[in-house]
């Protein structure tokens, strides 16, 4: 049998650990809303900055919206201040060898979402206008290579915050509906000039906003690379439909509604799907960004 010396050691050892133990769960959520609190007030700063300085650089917003460079600025400001957490966040986030299986066929019809969004935007107008505002190429003074490359670099800027970033971090504390809801909700929010608009109209716009937010989120669940080009193509999608096809550009109030509730349509059946799928436990990405919360 130990001696009295011993099992006191012991019992010293146990309480140490189990302090221990109690102390990083109690201090990791902190931790992990810090990460978050910086993200989210770096992006806002940095896009107000931007955007105030645009207008003197001449860059025309229909080419890039500097703002959008706002939540690349929050992730570099999370790297710097957690640089041994950032590689966990943004695992996936480049292009790699993998096996697409099972995520193949969410890949696709990831970009094949926004035609129907933008076709069911284009069917409400007709409905509610009788007209189609179409705006051809020529309207614009850029060549259209030009406004498409300008508009993916500006898209992927904001993704790698929003898709790539928040939304691996907020699924490690919640599920994948609620947390895309979650950055959906704050993606929206960011765009702070939309609240300048109609009730109805910003109402429109953060329906949109988070309705999309959760097509990406439940769409990018379990994929392992290429998560920015994935969140990125779909973003570019649906802003250059707004651009060419839409109204949505004219800071009119019904086609903002009819962006809402064409994303709210367009979300439905990945939510269908994702209730019969069930996902029951994070993925890798959710994983390795886990390990990284602490």
Do not use: K
């Amino acid at each position: 049998m130990p001696g009295t010396d011993q099992v006191r050691q012991q019992a010293r050892r146990v309480g140490r650990n189990e302090q221990s133990e109690q102390s990083e769960r109690s201090g990791r959520r902190p931790r992990w809303a810090a990460e978050a609190g910086v993200f989210l007030v770096v992006a806002f700063v940095a896009a107000g900055l931007f955007g105030a300085v645009q207008p003197a650089t001449g860059i025309p917003p229909e080419v890039v919206q500097l703002t959008q460079f706002g939540p690349a600025v929050a992730v570099a400001a999370v790297a710097l201040l957690w640089p041994g957490r950032i590689r966990d966040r943004l695992a996936g986030t480049l292009p790699a060898r993998e096996r697409t299986g099972g995520t193949a066929g969410r890949r696709v019809a990831l970009l094949l979402t926004p035609v129907l969004i933008i076709a069911l935007c284009a069917g409400g107008g007709l409905l509610t206008s009788g007209s189609l505002p179409v705006t051809g190429p020529q309207a614009f003074t850029h060549p259209v290579v030009l406004v498409v490359a300008a508009q993916l670099l500006g898209a992927c800027a904001e993704e790698i915050g929003w898709r790539c970033h928040l939304q691996p971090l907020l699924r490690t504390r919640f599920g994948p509906v609620t947390a895309s809801a979650l950055v959906g909700v704050l993606w929206g929010l960011w765009h702070v000039p939309v609240f300048t608009h109609e009730p109805a109209y910003a109402a429109g716009f953060l329906l949109a906003t988070t309705a999309m937010s959760v097509i990406l989120g439940l769409a990018l669940e379990g994929v392992r690379s290429n998560r920015l080009l994935l969140a990125g193509g779909f973003h570019t999608l649906v802003n250059l439909g707004m651009l060419y096809v839409t109204d949505e550009t004219a800071a009119a109030t019904a086609p903002m509604v009819i962006l809402g509730a064409a994303c709210l349509a367009a979300a439905l059946p990945w939510l269908a799907t994702t209730r019969r799928a069930a996902h029951p436990a994070p993925d890798r990405i959710t994983d390795a960004t886990a390990r990284g919360a602490r």
